[in-house]
């Protein structure tokens, strides 16, 4: 067990709605990070958030979104999904210095019909 | 921009010992991670370098050429329970990781 929370586990939608994605960090970590990971690919970095603040975006769709609220959760907000939207999409977060060590959740599996 | 390179696939034998080599182009570097993922499972931390040299952790060792921009994971006395994807990542000082493509390891008996 990591200590990062991610919920729902798995997520069962249709083309054209939108849903929330929800992490945890562990505690005391003030960094998360989101993923894409779609079939037998890598993991395509989304976008990071520290102590509540955006800090690095990556390939991040328009069609979605993210915030860091103040007790450090994260959400990421997808919408209008497309059949290609269907992938694994993990959190992860980091304690404060340079450890190269990033603690995963166990991600939220997306399937767009 | 940030690219790394990986083989898609490697495979070997019960006991042997396999490298798996990762190419990075990035800027603002500071240091290489290696991870393990089993299928339908997450990423987990396997070693770090931020500088030349070999890291050892048990059966894993990983090392790191900043010049070369090059490292590699080390993993002997393979076991089945081993075959998984290895992902690299370059993290910068802003501690943001970027991950390469994943390589997938099989061991055989």
């Known amino acids: 067990d990591s200590g990062v929370t991610q919920t729902p586990k798995h997520l069962i939608t249709a083309t054209g709605q939108r849903v929330t994605l929800r992490c945890s960090p562990r505690?005391?970590?003030?960094?998360v990070y989101w993923y894409q990971q779609s079939l037998d690919q890598g993991l395509q970095f989304l976008i990071q958030?520290?102590?509540?603040?955006?800090?690095a975006k990556g390939n991040i769709l328009e069609r979605f979104s993210a915030q860091q609220f103040p007790d450090l959760h994260s959400e990421l907000n997808l919408s209008s999904l497309e059949l290609g939207d269907s992938a694994l999409y993990f959190c992860?977060?980091?304690?404060?210095?340079?450890?190269?060590?990033?603690?995963f959740g166990e991600g939220s599996r997306l399937t767009v019909l | 921009g940030q690219s790394l390179e990986q083989p898609s696939e490697v495979t070997a034998v019960e006991g042997a010992i396999v490298q798996i080599n990762c190419t990075y182009q990035t800027s603002g570097f500071y240091g290489l991670s290696w991870y393990q993922q089993h299928d339908g499972g997450a990423p987990t931390f396997l070693s770090y370098?931020?500088?030349?040299g070999l890291e050892e952790t048990g059966r894993f060792s990983s090392f790191l050429s900043r010049s070369d921009s090059y490292g590699y994971l080390l993993l002997q006395e393979l076991q089945m329970k081993d075959s998984a994807s290895y992902f690299c990542a370059v993290s910068n000082y802003g501690q943001n990781f970027v991950f390469g493509p994943g390589t997938r390891l099989s061991v055989l008996p």
């Open positions: 505690s005391g970590d003030l960094s």
């Open positions: 958030y520290y102590n509540g603040e955006e800090r």
């Open positions: 370098n931020a500088l030349d």
């Open positions: 992860a977060s980091s304690v404060e210095g340079q450890t190269g060590e990033l603690f």
